[in-house]
């Protein structure tokens, strides 16, 4: 009696070690699942390559020891990012989608031609778009953020601007397209541009920068 007993307790004892060894080989499956796909949309495939090869760096054997930090990183170090998201889809995917930023302007930096974007990054880009304004000058980014926020709730628009030259008293000039310069003071810009604005179609030299005043020539 006492033999069979002792039988029972090592097979009891056996089948614990089994499904215990079958439910830890389950778990540890489940936990060290290896990143399979990396989906990144948004980007054209040059700079999609760039980003994978930055995040194939990390260890992709595990999708739940990878930092989300450690993925935003490198993600914000590409200039053209404005927004992004990023999601584990387990057991084995990540999905980054980006919003690229917007260009405003151009302006020489150093010799280079950089665009500025409206994530308030100066990009290196060789794509030429002759549409966007070039500015003159060197103004900090907030700056021309300032400057342009004026002209967006003014009665002129953005699209018709082909210059905008600013100067070391923090003063901005701009010239249209059809070669109008208007210049503006430092202080209650927006008044002085909408009142240049009502001399347009008139005359190509309009100096607001004397308040209630303008100065015209043709």
Known sequence: MQQRKSKKILIYFFLLIVVGSINNINFNSLIFQKIN?????????????????????????????IRKIDL?????????????????????????NIKKTKFLAKINKNGQIFYIGSNGKFIKNDSLNNQLPFIFGNPEVIEFFNIKEIIDKSKISYTKIKNLYFFPSKRWDLELRDNTIIKLPNDNINLALNLAIEFLNDHKFIDARIKNQIILND
């Open 37 to 65: 796909n990396i989906n990144i949309v948004g980007l054209d495939i040059k700079d999609k390559l760039i980003l994978l090869k930055k995040i194939e760096k990390f260890n992709l054997n595990n999708i739940f020891s």
């Open 72 to 96: 935003a990183n490198e993600v914000e170090s590409n200039s053209l990012v404005e927004n992004y998201s990023i999601f584990k889809r387990y057991p084995s995917s990540l999905d980054i």
